[in-house]
């Protein structure tokens, strides 16, 4: 690949101008950016990663191989309408826009692409992201294999069915702020039970990160590796028994399933404006 554009400059844009930069997939000088009109966060970018920007469309998408959608979703019509036109069929069009489908963007660009929609996390930003990503039938299966590399630079790739993006949103693309909200809660528990704040954060942590490399390196299920913490009458088997009384577990079924049902309402929202924009123009 030549040349990579990100419509875009936000969190996301920078966590994958980072981890692209930091595996040597390609050379900064062929990552070029660009945003609505914050010049002083592309100037940081420029500086930061030495990669290019330029507000100019004619420089930007001058033989551009691969273009990643990285606005906000609710600037996508916006966006979409001012760079259409340069985007040509064998260009490779990579969106990490929630919400907004496949389908969305080629009624927005009026033409058929080799599309990519990514779902990745937060976690992108520490190379951590689990990003699961759904190919349209005009993506080649070297363009397939670029976008799993592209995205391998801030954690770890799943190929889905579109139509199983929803539910990545509902479970791993907002999966880390159900971690936090536990942390929180763990937090405030230390507190009240009198350990040191700084104490207390460090014993999380690794107990956060103790409990992922269980999952990681053993073939066991989850409720097995839980049964073997909790001795009978033991103080763990105390803890969980309040977790059921309060139904935490059917809380947090709960919680992803409406957070899925969510991002269909929003997607379905996100694209009834993206069509009508462009029935409108």
Known sequence: MKKLV????????????????????????????TNKQDTDRLK???QKYGIQATYDCDILFKDVDAVVLAMKPKDASIAMEEIKHYLTEGMLVISVLAGVS???????????????????????????????????????????????????????????????????????????????????????????????????????????LGAAEM???????????????????????????VLEQHGVQTAIVSCIKEATAQSKRLGHLLGNEMTAANRHI
């Open 102 to 208: 496949i389908n969305a963007i080629e009624i927005a660009a009026e033409k058929s692409l080799a599309v990519v929609r990514a779902m990745p996390n937060t976690s992108a930003a520490v190379g951590k992201s689990a990003t699961a990503i759904a190919v349209n039938s005009h993506v080649s299966k070297s363009q397939k294999t670029l976008v799993q590399e592209l995205f391998n630079t801030v954690g770890q790739t799943t190929i889905v069915e579109e139509d199983q993006l929803d539910a990545v949103t509902g479970l791993s693309g907002s999966g880390p702020a159900y971690i936090y909200y536990l942390v929180e809660a763990m937090e405030k528990s230390a507190a009240e039970i009198g350990l040191e704040k700084q104490t207390a954060k460090q014993l999380i942590i690794q107990t956060l």
């Open 6 to 33: 990100f419509v875009g400059a936000g969190s996301m844009a920078e966590a994958m101008i980072s981890g692209i930069g930091a595996s040597g997939l390609l050379p900064a000088e062929q990552i070029w950016v």
């Open 215 to 241: 999952l990681t390196q053993s073939d066991k299920e989850p409720a097995q590796l839980r049964l073997e913490v909790t001795s009978p009458g033991g103080t763990t088997e105390a803890g969980i028994n």
């Open 44 to 46: 940081t970018l420029e």
